[in-house]
């Protein structure tokens, strides 16, 4: 079945963000903070009942809820029809409107529903072969929450959006026999939220024991500032477990300053500067182990076809490197896939779909060790 449409759209909503970015830091970001940064002052909203993600409709897609956005395959996959693993699954930004902070859950804007729907299937589907999908409606910070990234009212909105994963979590947990395993797994504003989850909840406790491996691109984790409050090391192997994994996208040459600016500004969890310091960086096709992988290493990409309207797994088509501070090189000659690569040679688009046939082959590998322990 064609994925129709999903990468224009995915590639659509990021393009918009980072194009943002992009323009603000060219311009002393007057424009954009006139018309993106939400027009009114964050007020707290009520804080919802703890057993709010005890109804399935608090959820983008869980068991017993038919997803066709969370069971989509590309030709040649299909669903697990029995799983041992649960995933929990924070999807990215897709709230681009400035008349509030944080976004409803469910906000009656048709776009952000739609796109929050594309990104479930853009890159949940990727753990659909070993397990099922938890992915909950969150209260996100809104797109202008990041362009006003140091002000208060932003980091309230970044509390908030957490504050809701928090608590979908501990309901997910209580949803399963306490020795299932699980895999994480986010991009960009989830995976941001993840990590603050791996650090201020689940590192050093015995929910750290069941994680097969987390998955979190499209965010920077500082080596020396976060990665030791995380209680997780990087993966270094195919089938090593209680891992995580993350990456950001270039083309050589590689410009990551527009990404980094305002990270290296911030402290990370262990209150030192994350300024100058390495990033975590895993070659989604080497399964983490050190050196290049040529473009043979790659099983299948999810590329747009000249229309634009519907993507297909194509092999062979990407090299990947860890290079610099922290990024994940995909050489000179990058596969192409349309319009949608940003400036700075800036893949993060397609972090997920670039790798979306060596996701799915790694979670596999990892799933089956852990459960081989």
Sequence with gaps: MAARRFLTVFAGLIVLALAAVIIWAAFGGEILKRYMTPSVTFAESPAPPPTLYDRPDAWIARPGIPSTDANWTPDGYRV????????????????????????????????????????????????????????????????????????????????????????????????????????????????????????????????????????????????????????????????????????????????????????????????????GTDLVCTNPQTGGAPGPSPAEGNIGALVPDESLEDAVLQAGLVQAECRGRGYLSLGENALSMGQYVLPGNNYHVYDYALFWANLRADAERRTSAFLAR
């Excluded at 504050?163 to 895999?183: G, M």
């Excluded at 201020?200 to 024991?209: K, L, Q």
């Design 80 to 275: 697990a029809p029995e799983t041992a693993v649960s995933i929990f699954y924070v999807h990215p930004t897709t709230y681009l409107k400035s008349d509030r902070w944080n976004a409803p859950l469910d906000p009656d804007d048709e776009g952000a529903l739609y796109r929050r729907g594309i990104f479930t299937r853009s890159q949940a589907s990727v753990f659909n072969g070993v397990g099922d999908i938890w992915a909950p409606k969150y209260r996100q910070a809104a797109f202008g929450a990041f362009l006003s990234f140091a002000e208060p009212d932003a980091a309230k909105s970044f509390a908030l959006a957490y504050r809701d994963v928090e608590t979908s979590f501990d309901s997910f947990l209580a949803s399963l026999p306490e020795d299932r395993p699980i895999i994480l797994a986010g991009h960009s504003q989830g995976s941001l939220h993840l990590v603050s989850l791996l650090a201020r909840r689940i590192a050093g406790t015995a929910v750290a024991d069941r994680i097969v491996a987390a998955y979190l691109p499209g965010w920077p984790i500082s080596v020396t500032a976060d990665l030791p409050k995380l209680g997780l090391a990087p993966c270094t192997s195919p089938a090593q477990t209680r891992c995580l994994l993350a990456w950001q996208s270039f083309a050589e040459p590689a410009d990551m300053e527009l990404v980094l600016e305002a990270f290296d500004l911030t402290k990370g969890f262990d209150g030192t500067g994350r300024a």
